[in-house]
């Protein structure tokens, strides 16, 4: 298996800056920006992530980030797409993930950096998929392949057919279990986590973490800042997937890269986890 990244850090999504209400290329293009500008390892774009009108935007803004700093990795998905104002279809189809591959290299103009089956908790024939994944890694169109929303089962059904280099599911801390983290640990897996601040309909992260919560206030940091900092620093093998929709918030995140983690933060953090249910 070959990691996705060539080093550890914050990975910024692209979804919401496409799909959410009233959302516009303009501001897509400044929070990719401020993000790729202050170190983004790499940036999360799917297929599914479209318009009615374009069914590439998300990953031609991808692309255009990429032009800021040459080399940037770009992740994408394949096998889910938008079918109509709120309806999105999953298909899993050798046809399917090879159309979808083939128009994500036509859009971000190079091999895939990594290539996840973005729903496969909703394809018919799990194995046919990965087989095809396979296929198209061991051709040169992606140089790494896996998974996106499988759970343990899934995952060890997919091992069966070949092997898989990363697998992004929704990690939501203070709210989601570490088992599928745990679990891709444990077979070499790279593990990409979206939702980390656990998404929109969370209770604030500030609740769920509130020993961090009380030393980011102390030390004049966002809480979110020193989560990320944290969870880099003692979850090796994991990369956050953040979905910023300002620059000044990527900005932020982003600095948890480079934030100083001690004793104080981990005990807190870990502290918080445990108490929720959800230890790491």
Not at 79 to 97: E, K, L, P, Q, T
Not at 104 to 122: I, K, N, Q, Y
Not at 152 to 179: C, H, T
């Amino acid at each position: 298996m070959t990691s996705a990244l060539d080093r550890p850090g914050i990975v910024l999504g692209i979804a919401a800056l496409v799909l959410n209400e009233g959302a516009t290329d303009h501001n897509a293009r400044d929070v990719i920006a401020a993000a790729v500008d202050s170190g983004v390892v790499a940036l999360d774009t799917a297929r599914a992530y479209a318009r009615l009108d374009d069914d590439g935007v998300g990953e031609r803004l991808a692309a255009e980030g990429r032009e800021r700093r040459a080399g940037l990795p770009i992740l994408t998905k394949a096998g889910h797409y938008r079918a109509g104002a709120s309806a999105w279809h999953s298909d899993g189809s050798v046809d399917r993930i090879r159309a979808d591959a083939a128009r994500s290299v036509e859009l971000l103009g190079a091999p895939l950096d990594l290539l996840l089956l973005h729903r496969a908790d909703r394809v018919d024939d799990l194995e046919e998929s990965v087989a095809t994944l396979a296929a198209l890694r061991e051709e040169g169109l992606a140089r790494t392949v896996g998974l996106s929303n499988a759970p343990i089962e899934l995952i060890d059904r997919a091992l069966a057919v070949a092997p898989l280099d990363a697998v992004q599911n929704r990690l939501g801390l203070g709210v989601d279990s570490f088992a599928e983290y745990r679990h891709c640990r444990e077979a070499g897996i790279d593990f990409f986590g979206y939702a980390p601040f656990g998404g929109p309909r969370a209770a604030p992260l500030a609740t769920r973490v509130p020993h961090v919560a009380a030393l980011a206030t102390q030390r004049g940091a966002s809480v979110h800042r020193l989560t990320l900092a944290t969870v880099l620093d003692v979850l090796p093998g994991y990369w956050p997937v953040i979905g910023s929709t300002r620059p000044d918030s990527a900005r932020d995140a982003l600095a948890a890269m480079t934030e100083q983690v001690d004793d104080e933060l981990r005990d807190a953090l870990l502290g918080d986890l445990a108490s929720r249910g959800v230890p790491v």
